[in-house]
């Protein structure tokens, strides 16, 4: 069974790391498989805006943007080769430091052709989200200029994989494994919502 920390989040009140909530499975005798955070290897990541886009002097396939990272610091050199990279569009931002996913490359601030390099916008396949390495991720415009990318788009929730064997029926639902941990003292179990009133309808003589 596989659920989202955010689901168990909605029975559980408590404020456990996913590391321990994982080895509190383990010892009540819920075996956790595994733990998937794909955002973790996003976290440096960030909603970036194309300012400007111009055809790089020294290379006919690349272009010279000027990025705004969204924290208030200045425009930032960005050389990128990617088609569809223009002047007010938005996309997701790696800093110099971090780490590429896809190409497991460290990013360093670099000349490329004469033109100064200090971030990269990236593809999916280079955040490791899929095989679509046309382009840059192309953003909706509501998209929060400077936020993490992985908490705007959802994938800073880990999902936790646990075995179920057939005598614990009780933990194949998300309020079953919120239950067992806050009886092993890992939070208190939230009270559920009052359950919706059924009006009868009765047809008219």
Same mark, same amino acid.
């Given at each position: 069974?596989? #659920?989202?920390l %955010?689901? #168990?989040?909605?029975h559980?009140?408590? !404020?456990?790391?996913?590391?321990?909530?994982a080895?509190? $499975? =383990? +010892?009540? /005798?819920?075996e956790v !498989?595994?733990?998937? =955070?794909?955002?973790?290897?996003?976290? /440096?990541?960030r909603?970036? *805006?194309?300012v !400007?886009a111009?055809?790089h002097? =020294?290379?006919d396939?690349l272009?010279? $943007?000027?990025?705004?990272?969204g924290?208030? %610091?200045?425009? #930032? %050199?960005?050389?990128?080769?990617?088609? =569809?990279?223009?002047?007010?569009?938005?996309g997701? $931002?790696a800093l110099?430091?971090?780490?590429?996913?896809?190409?497991?490359?460290?990013?360093?601030?670099?000349?490329i052709? @004469?033109v100064? %390099?200090?971030?990269? &916008?990236? +593809?999916?396949?280079?955040? /490791?989200l899929?095989?679509?390495?046309?382009?840059?991720?192309? &953003?909706? !415009?509501?998209?929060?200029l400077g936020?993490?990318?992985? *908490?705007?788009?959802?994938?800073?929730?880990?999902l936790i994989?646990? +075995?179920?064997?057939?005598n614990r029926?009780?933990?194949?639902?998300? *309020? @079953?494994?919120a239950r067992d941990l806050?009886?092993? @003292?890992?939070?208190? &179990?939230k009270? #559920?919502g009052?359950a919706?009133?059924?009006?009868p309808v009765?047809? +008219?003589?």
């Amino acid at each position: 069974m596989k #659920l989202p920390l %955010s689901w #168990l989040r909605e029975h559980l009140e408590t !404020e456990a790391t996913v590391e321990r909530i994982a080895a509190a $499975l =383990n +010892s009540i /005798g819920l075996e956790v !498989e595994g733990v998937e =955070n794909r955002g973790a290897a996003l976290a /440096g990541f960030r909603i970036a *805006r194309v300012v !400007e886009a111009t055809q790089h002097p =020294n290379a006919d396939r690349l272009r010279a $943007l000027k990025v705004d990272p969204g924290d208030g %610091s200045p425009l #930032l %050199s960005v050389v990128c080769g990617a088609p =569809n990279a223009r002047a007010g569009m938005k996309g997701v $931002l790696a800093l110099p430091g971090a780490q590429i996913p896809g190409t497991g490359i460290t990013l360093k601030v670099g000349e490329i052709r @004469g033109v100064r %390099s200090e971030g990269m &916008l990236l +593809s999916a396949r280079e955040m /490791g989200l899929g095989d679509d390495h046309s382009g840059i991720v192309d &953003l909706p !415009e509501e998209a929060p200029l400077g936020a993490p990318y992985a *908490r705007w788009a959802g994938l800073d929730d880990p999902l936790i994989e646990i +075995s179920v064997t057939p005598n614990r029926g009780d933990a194949l639902s998300v *309020r @079953g494994v919120a239950r067992d941990l806050a009886a092993a @003292g890992l939070g208190a &179990l939230k009270p #559920l919502g009052p359950a919706p009133r059924v009006v009868p309808v009765y047809p +008219s003589p």
